[in-house]
């Protein structure tokens, strides 16, 4: 017949090890963040001679699917139309836990000077009520796990379509990458 195999609880858990190792390390490997606009909220108007510049509240979901916290720095994300920079948003620096949603709020202003600018084009937007922004950011921060820092930065770069009139977010396209660091802690 065959020769016996003799069964060792040593090997069993060796290869147990193995395997939840294994499955640590995929499950460590980091993901891109998520990043959707929910919402505009006009907040002000700013004399800006002779102009008079408009002042948001962007309300951004963000979801962090790693399994570390991270914290990044502050940042400005710069708002695009029909090519031009027409203003920026401010973005604190901050934290956000492990596989975890939160939302943010970023005042922006919005310089009517651009606008102008594009008068044809932008009143032919209002007049189909719908325009397109684009917008773009890079977000500095670290991460850490058990004793190293990983530093990361994330461009995200978003294209989104809105009513002119109300402010409604109608279609967005998000797309990020994510660059990971890896340097020991001091």
Request: glycine residues 4%; contains cysteine.
């Amino acid at each position: 017949m065959g020769k016996k195999v003799k069964w060792s609880w040593s090997s069993a858990i060796i290869g147990a090890a193995s395997a939840v190792a294994a499955t640590a390390l995929i499950s460590a490997k980091p993901k891109d963040p998520t990043f959707h606009l929910i919402s505009i909220n006009f907040t002000s108007l700013k004399l800006n001679l002779p102009l008079l510049d408009a002042e948001v509240l962007l309300t951004v979901h963000v979801t962090n699917p790693n399994i570390a916290p991270i914290h990044y720095s502050s940042t400005s994300m710069s708002i695009f139309y029909e090519g031009s920079l027409l203003g920026s948003a401010q973005v604190q620096a901050g934290s956000q836990p492990p596989r975890s949603c939160q939302l943010l709020r970023l005042p922006a202003r919005l310089h009517a000077l651009q606008l102008a600018n594009h008068a044809t084009r932008f009143l032919h937007d209002v007049a189909r009520r719908e325009m397109v922004l684009d917008a773009a950011v890079d977000i500095a921060g670290a991460a850490r796990v058990m004793w190293w820092d990983h530093n990361f930065k994330v461009h995200v770069d978003s294209h989104v379509t809105v009513d002119p009139v109300f402010l409604d977010v109608i279609d967005q396209e998000n797309t990020s990458e994510l660059e990971v660091f890896t340097t020991t802690a001091a």
